[in-house]
């Protein structure tokens, strides 16, 4: 059961809520966090190479010392404290930098966008859902080009994180492997998963999606959540029966109506919409594709390598999961390499750029002149840490062709200090688009890092999917995407709907997961 907030009061309690949810972006957009900007003096530009090169060595130091987190434990944790007291140091210099730079004042007068400013950059057809939870009530907003209204929706805080835990988990039942299990337990306990889950779907569905399935004549949700709604892929929650356009008692998922993209911060569209000119793109797409990366000097592409025995001969079964400490025993995504043929094949090798194995290197993706690329695929594990966000990255080649080690981790610092104005970036890994859960901050993740570099959209995978599967979907994407030349947000949509629509894939595991976050409704190729 909803009720309407109060009329005279709906402005003043979503300017609150936008103030709290975009508190963190705005900051980084203004003071904080965002990469070093132009005209800086040579003084400064120096001091923060020696910084970066000070910085590689300890991350370089914490990768070997990985290989063996027991032995090393006491080393790890001291290089990590060496690691923090330098970024606070780069933080520093970075906004001396940024003080001295012209664009600094463009910057720090980002504020939080009211709900007229919102509706003004709504296009037709679009609406956006804001939600926020609070410890008594979940509070939605509803904004179109045409105006907004806000409800309550009684929930605490605690029954809605019980609520989206159980569904989770049960979503995420197939990724899980219980010792000693059969196949024939497997399946009875995955069939039960699938029965909560969609139970799931609909109990979640029913207070969220009531007043969002009632919409006239909207085409597009764009969806802001808040605390424990950042981990719910929306994408399978279900519409009720009695808001659902189906058959009688027949619930459907919210993408078989909507196309659905998640943005950290309602200030997210004001933000992308004062930059659009800058990433428009006429004829062909420039593509650049990182995958298949060499990550143990056991791989069979270092001369004289040898498998371990312990190491997984299916590697298209290997689930994208990097940990920091198994950054030293990443399996090798063969599903990647032929993701990336794929791409090259639909948009032609003359306008994809492919690195593969020892060339899929960090040093290129920090050294690449992005001004000429509208997508940048990568294909490679995440390293994910929630509790300490600055041991979060991409890892790309950990291994020279000689066998010895390399710094292959795109840290999260090296992110935002990316100049990579770019249309899309996919991030065809493990929970790529997840982060940190901050109260009233919103998601703190690798997608929040990139648009900070310059991309105007991410898609990434709230979970781990296994490779065979990550690869189907995005063939069907990249096919939307390039040959249909559909907006990214559509290409997904399809490519979901089509892999939902397949027997042996339709469980929303093998493809909820995948979100467009940022200004993804908008084709990238506005002229032929």
Request: charged share 25%; aromatic share 6%; hydrophobic share 40%.
């Amino acid at each position: 059961m909803k009720r309407r907030l109060n009329a005279g009061h709906d402005a003043e309690a979503l300017a609150i809520a936008e103030r709290a949810s975009s508190r963190g972006l705005l900051d980084e957009l203004g003071g904080g966090r965002v990469p070093a900007l132009a005209h800086a003096p040579d003084d400064l530009v120096r001091e923060k190479k020696k910084n970066r090169d000070q910085l590689d060595a300890l991350f370089a130091r914490l990768r070997t010392l990985s290989d063996e987190p027991q032995k090393n434990s006491e080393q790890i944790a001291k290089t990590r404290i060496e690691i923090e007291e330098r970024l606070r140091a780069s933080d520093t210099l970075e906004a001396r930098m940024r003080a001295s730079s012209g664009e600094y004042v463009l910057l720090s007068g980002a504020r939080p966008a009211t709900s007229a400013e919102i509706a003004e950059h709504m296009e037709q057809r679009s609406a956006l859902a804001k939600y926020w939870v609070g410890d008594d009530a979940i509070y939605l907003w509803l904004i179109t080009h045409d105006g907004f209204h806000g409800f309550v929706i009684p929930a605490t805080l605690e029954q809605t994180r019980l609520l989206v835990a159980s569904w989770v988990e049960n979503l995420e039942a197939r990724s899980e492997q219980k010792p000693g299990e059969g196949l024939a337990e497997r399946a009875s306990r995955i069939a039960r998963a699938d029965a909560v889950e969609r139970s799931g779907a609909e109990e979640l569905g029913r207070p969220l999606l009531v007043p969002v399935a009632e919409l006239k004549d909207i085409d597009r949700i764009y969806v802001v959540p808040d605390g424990p709604l950042s981990s719910v892929p929306f994408a399978a929650l279900r519409i009720p029966a009695s808001a659902s356009s189906g058959p009688a008692h027949s619930s459907k998922v919210l993408i078989s109506r909507f196309e659905v993209l998640m943005e950290p911060s309602e200030s997210m569209v004001q933000v992308l919409e004062q930059s659009r000119a800058e990433t428009e793109r006429h004829g062909a797409l420039h593509i650049a594709v990182f995958a298949d990366a060499v990550y143990s000097s056991s791989d069979p592409r270092v001369p004289g390598s040898h498998r371990r025995p312990t190491e997984s001969l299916s590697a298209a079964e290997t689930l994208r999961l990097a940990t920091e400490a198994g950054m030293a025993h990443l399996p090798r995504l063969v599903g990647s390499r032929e993701e990336a043929q794929q791409i090259g094949a639909l948009n032609g090798l003359a306008n994809t750029d492919i690195r593969l194995g020892f060339r899929a290197e960090a040093k290129a993706v920090r050294e690449r002149d992005w001004s000429q690329f509208a997508i940048v695929h990568f294909g490679v594990h995440a390293l994910l840490n929630t509790d300490r966000p600055a041991f979060s990255g991409v890892v790309l080649t950990m291994v020279q062709p000689n066998g010895s080690a390399q710094n292959g981790v795109l840290w999260l610092s090296d992110l935002y200090n990316l100049r990579m104005r770019v249309n899309l970036v996919v991030l065809s890994g493990c929970h790529t688009a997840n982060g940190r859960e901050v109260p009233g901050e919103g998601l703190e993740g690798l997608s929040r890092a990139f648009f900070f570099a310059g991309a105007r959209s991410v898609v990434g995978s709230l979970w781990s999917v296994e490779d065979r599967e990550t690869s189907l979907l995005m063939e069907k994407f990249y096919g939307n995407l390039i040959r249909e030349k559909q907006a990214p947000a559509e290409a997904l949509r399809r490519a979901q709907l089509a892999t939902a629509s397949a027997a042996s894939t339709s469980a929303p595991y093998y493809w909820a997961g995948f979100t467009v976050q940022g200004d993804g409704a908008r084709a990238l190729q506005s002229g032929p």
